[in-house]
């Protein structure tokens, strides 16, 4: 079946460590984007990728990095920069039009020990 | 930047009743898009409106694109308890495909 699949479903960092977050998508979409939700809060914009090689910060790119090395895939780090970490991150592609609807994998929950 | 202002925030209903809820932009908006999320998953598309006045239903869900394009309603009818979630309206922002996602109304049903 077509669709987004992040990895892992939950993960657990400790201090001063950086993990990263997978999303791969067999949708054949050119963009794909990085959001952080808190619980009771909407979806802020991490970094977002046009096109592979290329990406973008969002509105709360601080402590995070990204790369986009294949059209299928882009990771997610989250540095020991990033002290709030906690948090549900969701991954979402798009073929990458001003008016295309932008499609979620099922997230990943980050947590500190 | 802009903003997007869903109400209410929450609502309790009784299995069976009619949900309304809106979004509102400081902004004209070219395209309105409707979400609703579970616990523990991703969002997932309801509704797409790509024209001021449009109206388009999917199921008991209808959406409907204000013509002023600064708001967007969505609609409920014989809710079941299936339909708990949290709801999100969205849209473009600025020349590139991001979005700009509302702040949510949470839905919660009682039989």
């Known amino acids: 079946d077509g669709g987004i699949t992040q990895s892992p479903k939950y993960l657990f960092r400790k201090e001063g460590q950086n993990v990263t977050l997978s999303c791969e998508q067999n949708?054949?979409?050119?963009?794909m984007y990085w959001y952080r939700q808190d619980p009771g809060q909407g979806l802020r914009l991490i970094y977002y990728?046009?096109?592979?090689?290329?990406?973008q910060k969002g509105d709360i790119a601080e402590g995070y990095s990204v790369s986009r090395e294949k059209k299928e895939s882009f990771p997610l780090t989250v540095t020991s920069a990033q002290k709030n970490p906690t948090a549900f991150y969701l991954c979402?592609?798009?073929?990458?039009?001003?008016?295309?609807?932008?499609?979620f994998g099922d997230g990943t929950r980050l947590s500190i020990l | 930047g802009q903003q997007l202002n869903q109400s209410p925030q929450s609502m309790f209903i009784q299995e069976g009743e009619d949900v309304s809820m809106n979004c509102t932009s400081s902004?004209?908006?070219?395209?309105w898009l409707w979400y609703k999320q579970d616990p523990g998953e991703g969002p997932v598309l309801l509704i797409a409106l790509y024209k001021a006045g449009e109206l388009t239903s999917n199921g008991r869900l209808t959406a409907q694109f204000g013509i002023t394009r600064k708001d967007s309603f969505l609609n409920i009818s014989a809710s079941i308890p299936s339909d708990v979630g949290i709801y999100f309206c969205?849209?473009?922002?600025?020349?590139?495909?991001?979005?700009?996602f509302g702040t949510g109304t949470r839905l919660q049903v009682t039989l």
């Open positions: 969205a849209g473009p922002t600025g020349t590139a495909s991001k979005l700009t």
């Open positions: 902004s004209i908006f070219n395209t």
């Open positions: 990728s046009q096109i592979v090689n290329d990406f």
């Open positions: 949708l054949n979409h050119d963009a």
């Open positions: 979402a592609s798009s073929r990458g039009l001003q008016h295309q609807p932008q499609h």
